[in-house]
Structure formats: structure tokens, C-alpha cells
């Protein structure tokens, strides 16, 4: 299994040799299995382990499992241990979340503030061909696209999932013949979660009637990834043809959209990512009257004569302000911040500025974008309308409508995550520099 997860890694990842990796680990046999993989071939990686705090001592054994066994490799490799632990059921409580959900919501913050503080590249995680298999009946389960059918993907921006080569009785194999360690999590012997009920009562009738189901499946799954992205590409080049943009809105053609002979497809394909269900409701709206709407949590769609149009619902929270004092230096809503003065400016990233502390105004403020805004981009002359800046950088309006702007009496400092505002740059002039982070 060693070679094969080096030539695994070499053919698909060989961009991870030279990076810094964070590996999730549970303490569980496919984590450690993949802690073991990784310093035998010498990566440079650290371990992260959640404490959900679920399963009370057995939690807290968990947690003290891992820094004992990465103890036990750092006299070798040094690979680093963080571990955090959360109140899952509280904020699960907190936010009308399910224990899963929250959990699930805690654990890929808090990597993502790991990778950005302590410079990661890369978060691995141990998900194999099982576990790809039982996401596969999920999705299937609940009614699902294309999308939802082709397990779980290799790599998701930051996040890598280098074992999914692997079945779980592969890596059972390697873990009991090189005497390596993990725990058990007794809730994985239960029926409460549906993924456990399929792991346990479906899965294996499956293998049953088929012994080489998870080969199959693996072949399924290359097909429908290349259906996929010829769905993607047509599905492009066909916007181009039916949408119509503009600031706060799409306008769906549908002279052109009716020219199609399965425009139902594109119509799915184009609003799925806005949170609709009621997909019969949407294919009906096509040959409705006008004026009939269809509503999701955060979007209407609306016939109007011979379109759709598609905006978001009028939200108070849009028009939402959020102050933030000089003498903070984090802040958690809407976003997480943190502020903190430097001697001098180093590298940054999509995710930091450098700004002349001097040059803003307290109480700095966090808000939407609204029509009409305009900002001195950053290395550039003269002035842009936001709306404009986020058309070239081909922002969809779901994406639009989550961005923030952080302001200085009324002006633009920063289009949060995109670009900084020239008028607040470090200069020769400037005594005190203040770093802003996105955590």
C-alpha cells in the first residue's frame, strides 16, 4: 500500500512534496493510517485533532491518544500537534444546527484558521472509497444531480483527500500489518446517522451481490466526473446564449431557453447553487403566467413576460452595519478578523492588507456592497464602480451578494478577500501600520 500511495501521490499530488500540510486526524485507523503513510515518506506535516467533547472521557481519550502516538514520531520527523477542543453541542443549540452539521462546521473553521496563521498549504484529510460509496447512497437517497453522484471529490480548493484510492479493507490490512495504532469511536457502532445505517445494513448486501462493488464504483465514478465536465462546458456556453446579467439580477431568456429541447437540465444546472428544491415548481414557472414567483431561503425567481429573473429577497440583514472599535483586534460577526500593528510589511495574500493606521476612521464599519459604490482600486488610478470591478473578476450574483466591504467614514478600505482600497496603502509617510487578516 506504501508504494502504491507514493505513486498515487507522485501521478495526482506531486505539488505536495515541497508543501506544508495539516493533517485532520481523529485518531481513528484511516487518519493514522495516513499519519503513517506520510512520515514514512517524510512530507512535511503537522496533526489537528477536534475534542467534539460528545462522548465525554472517551472524547478526552481520544485527544490524548494522538499527542501520544505523534510523540512518538516527532523523535524522528517533529511533526506538530494542535488540538482544540469545542462545545459542539451548545453551538449546534446556538445556530438550529444538527450535532453533525455544527461539528462538521467547527472542525473546517478551525482548519481553515490553522492554515492561515500558521502558513499550511494544504489540509489533508482521511476519507477513502468507502466512505466515497456511502456519500454516493446519501445523495442518491435524498434526490440529488449529476453533481451529487460522483462521491467525494479528490480536492476541494484547500482541502486534499489523498486515500480515496483505497477501501476501508485495504487500509485495515496495512494498519494491523504494521502494527499501528488508532481508536474506535463507539458511535460508528451505531444506527442513528444514516450514513452508519448504510454502512452497516446496505453496504454489505451490495458487496454481497457484487464482491467487486467498490471496483465498479470506482469506474462509475471516472465516468460520471467526465460527464460531468461536459455538462459544465455546455452548460457555459449555453449562459452566454440565455442570461442576461446585471447588477442584482439574472434574466433568463426564454425565447432562447425554450429553443432548448431539455432546458429543464440547464435550468438546474444554472440555480441549483441558490439553495432551490422545489425544482417542479421552477420547470413549471417557465409556461406560467406572469407574475408567479418560486422562493428559496435567500432568492425569488419571477416570470416576467418572456423571462426569468432571478434576485435575492429583500433581507434586512443586507442592510446591516457592524461596528468595529480601534482597540479590537479580532473580530468574529459577520466575519472573522484580526488586527494586529506591524514594524513592516511582508508578503500577503487574498486574505490580508496593510494599511496607514493613521489614515482611517473609527469606529471602522462592516457592511454589503450597495448599487452605487465605488473604490480606488489598489495600484490603480482613478476610481471604479465595485459593481463594474466585480463583473471583469466575473463574480456570479450569488458570490456578489457575500461579499463585504469594510469602510472608513463611508469610503471603500476593502473589498474583503478581493482588493484594497489605494487610498489607505502603506506610504513612506506612515508611522503605523496595521495588518487586517480574514481568519
Not at 279 to 294: A, T
Amino acid at each position: 500500500m506504501l508504494t502504491t500511495f507514493q505513486n498515487h501521490l507522485n501521478k495526482n499530488f506531486p505539488f505536495l512534496k515541497e508543501k506544508r500540510l495539516l493533517l485532520a486526524t481523529s485518531g481513528g485507523i484511516d487518519s493514522m493510517v495516513l499519519v503513517h503513510l506520510l512520515h514514512q515518506l517524510n512530507y512535511n506535516f503537522a496533526v489537528a485533532h477536534c475534542n467534539f467533547q460528545l462522548r465525554g472521557e472517551e472524547s478526552d481519550a481520544d485527544e490524548n491518544f494522538v499527542i501520544n502516538q505523534v510523540s512518538i514520531l516527532s523523535h524522528r520527523a517533529q511533526p506538530r500537534c494542535f488540538t482544540i477542543k469545542f462545545d459542539t453541542k451548545k453551538f449546534a443549540s446556538d445556530y438550529n444546527l444538527s450535532i453533525q452539521l455544527a461539528a462538521r462546521k467547527l472542525r473546517y473553521d478551525w482548519f481553515y484558521e490553522l492554515l492561515e496563521k500558521e502558513k499550511f498549504d494544504y489540509i489533508l484529510t482521511a476519507h477513502h472509497l468507502d466512505d466515497s460509496l456511502e456519500t454516493f447512497l446519501i445523495n442518491l437517497s435524498r434526490g440529488t444531480g449529476l453533481d451529487g453522484l460522483i462521491g467525494i471529490p479528490n480536492q476541494n480548493d484547500k482541502i486534499i483527500r489523498p486515500l480515496l484510492v483505497f477501501s476501508r479493507d485495504e487500509i485495515e490490512t496495512f494498519a494491523n500489518e504494521n502494527n499501528i495504532s488508532w481508536r474506535e469511536d463507539s458511535s460508528n457502532a451505531s444506527d442513528k446517522y444514516l450514513r452508519n445505517k448504510l454502512r452497516h445494513n446496505v453496504v454489505p448486501i451490495l458487496k454481497e451481490l457484487n464482491p467487486n462493488l467498490l471496483t465498479s464504483f470506482e469506474k462509475t465514478i471516472q465516468n460520471l466526473k467526465q460527464s460531468q465536465s461536459m455538462v459544465d462546458d455546455a452548460s457555459k456556453l449555453v449562459y452566454k446564449i440565455v442570461v442576461e446579467e446585471s447588477e442584482n439580477e439574472l434574466k433568463f431568456n426564454l425565447k432562447e431557453l425554450l429553443k432548448l429541447p431539455n432546458y429543464d437540465a440547464y435550468l438546474y444546472q444554472w440555480l441549483k447553487d441558490y439553495g432551490f428544491t422545489a425544482w417542479d415548481d421552477i420547470y413549471d414557472l417557465v409556461h406560467s403566467q406572469s407574475g408567479k414567483q418560486v422562493f428559496c431561503e435567500n432568492f425569488l425567481l419571477l416570470k416576467d413576460r418572456s423571462y426569468l429573473i432571478l434576485s435575492p429577497k429583500s433581507d434586512i440583514n443586507r442592510n446591516q452595519i457592524f461596528k468595529i472599535d480601534k482597540n479590537s483586534s479580532q473580530v468574529n460577526i459577520p466575519l472573522k478578523f484580526a488586527f494586529c500593528n506591524v514594524g513592516d510589511i511582508s508578503i500577503s495574500d487574498s486574505n490580508s492588507i496593510f494599511v496607514d493606521e493613521d489614515q482611517l476612521k473609527f469606529p471602522l464599519e462592516l457592511r454589503k456592497w450597495q448599487e452605487g459604490d465605488i473604490f480606488h482600486p489598489f495600484g490603480m488610478q482613478g476610481t471604479k464602480k465595485v459593481s463594474k470591478y466585480f463583473k471583469d473578476e466575473k463574480l456570479s450574483l450569488i458570490d456578489k451578494l457575500n461579499k463585504w466591504l469594510l469602510c472608513s467614514d463611508n469610503q471603500i478600505v476593502w473589498i474583503a478577500g478581493m482588493r484594497q482600497d489605494e487610498r489607505f496603502k502603506v506610504t513612506t509617510n506612515t508611522t503605523k501600520i496595521l495588518k487586517i487578516t480574514i481568519l
